[in-house]
């Protein structure tokens, strides 16, 4: 479900998860990486109460609101690549912040400004994701 093109599906399934965490329902692999992101982030877990009347919210950056949607899916999006090194190299920075910083979570807080920026950038210009400048900008943490 987190590969859909729908914002309601996809904020549902946030929705779904966290009322399965509270019940104790067994999770599915999936519903447990969602889990572990929506478990340190208890800022999100009021919206996520909401269910299914806070899915269709809208978050405006300008106004200084986060989406926690969008943050909890960048923190998803940042596991897979780290797990899976891609881009090239990207679990080896990841290490090397780990050393330095210790916190795991505040590595992918760093880590998620690159990310936001250079998706950021390809929304605004209408171009693929440069990784090249998102690997460099990684680099300098």
Known sequence: MLFSQ???????????????????????????????????????????????????????PEDGQINPFLHMSMHLALREQVGTDRPAGIAMITRSLLLKHGDGHTVEHMMLDCLGEMLWNAQRANTLPDETAYMECLRQL
């Open 6 to 60: 729908n914002r309601a599906e996809l904020r549902g399934f946030y929705t779904a998860t966290w009322r399965k965490m509270q019940t104790g329902e067994a999770l599915e692999p999936l519903e447990k990486q969602v889990a572990d992101v929506i478990g340190e982030h208890p800022e999100y877990h009021r919206q996520l109460e909401q269910g299914e009347s806070g899915i269709d919210r809208d978050f405006a």
